[in-house]
Nanobody, 124 residues
């Protein structure tokens, strides 16, 4: 019911920063958990960060804690991912995701609503 469109991906050098945005249309973010996942070639899709739209709590994968920050703006129906101190291993297609709660979202259940993804490439 909600369409998600990511933007902000690109090429950045290691140690640099990038900010991804996800815009939702069709419905508001109200009562939905939002998050970011990533998938590198030949790898499984992995959880990156999530934010609870009901409580405002956040969750991060250990690999990105201290470097990435997820935020939301319900008035604009957007969720962002600020990525700092980027590493080559952060290279992947990043997907915006939506679910009823953070547990469902982080478990990448079949009910998760996905965006089409945006490429992030971090050069050495």
């Amino acid at each position: 019911q909600v369409q998600l469109v990511e933007s902000g991906g690109g090429l950045v050098q290691a140690g640099g920063s990038l900010r991804l945005s996800c815009a939702a249309s069709g419905r508001t973010f109200s009562s939905y958990a939002m998050g970011w996942f990533r998938q590198a070639p030949g790898k499984e899709r992995e959880f990156v960060a999530a934010i609870s739209w009901s409580g405002g709590s956040t969750h991060y994968a250990d690999s990105v804690k201290g470097r990435f920050t997820i935020s939301r703006d319900n008035a604009k129906n957007t969720v962002s991912l600020q990525m700092n101190s980027l590493k080559p291993e952060d290279t992947a297609v990043y997907y915006c995701a939506q679910a009823g709660n953070t547990l469902v979202l982080m478990s990448i259940a079949r009910s998760v609503n996905w965006g089409q993804g945006t490429q992030v490439t971090v050069s050495s």
